[in-house]
């Protein structure tokens, strides 16, 4: 299993204005350039966390990003819902399509008890939890 490069990205984005923003507001060009992730892929991104009420844009020369509310109170789950990871969980590990107990894939059961584990470490974890320095390559 993995996640999408938006969610992903969406997930560093935080974590890195989580970990700075007591410095000082981050800007678009200062995320993509610290992050390594393009300007215009962050630009999007960072309009899905306006819109998600995720982050809170503040504009003019001293503007930039800071976190809506305490990263304590971010889950992972709930940035991973915005960008469409886990939303019903019914898609196939295997890429087949629709999965459930009645139409099931070759791992379905196999992958039932490891799907439910990683949606709880989701669901628990926040951007504080995380390691700030797990943010920059």
């Not at 969610?7 to 989580?18: E, F, N, Q």
């Amino acid at each position: 299993m993995q996640l999408l490069n938006s969610s992903k990205y969406a997930i560093r984005i935080l974590g890195y204005i989580a970990n700075h923003e007591s410095q000082h507001l981050c800007n678009a060009k200062e995320l993509s350039e610290a992050l390594t992730i393009p300007y215009k892929f962050l630009t999007k991104i960072m309009m899905r966390l306006v819109n998600a009420d995720l982050i809170i844009s503040i504009r003019g020369r001293e503007g930039g990003y800071k976190l809506s509310k305490p990263a304590s109170s971010i889950t992972i789950i709930e940035i991973l819902k915005h960008f469409n990871e886990f939303p019903e969980d019914k898609q196939c590990i295997l890429g087949i399509g629709a999965c459930n107990a009645k139409k099931k894939c070759a791992l379905h059961d196999q992958w039932v008890k490891p799907k439910e584990l990683i949606r709880k470490m989701f669901e628990k974890t926040t951007l504080e939890d995380i390691d700030s320095d797990s943010f920059k390559l």
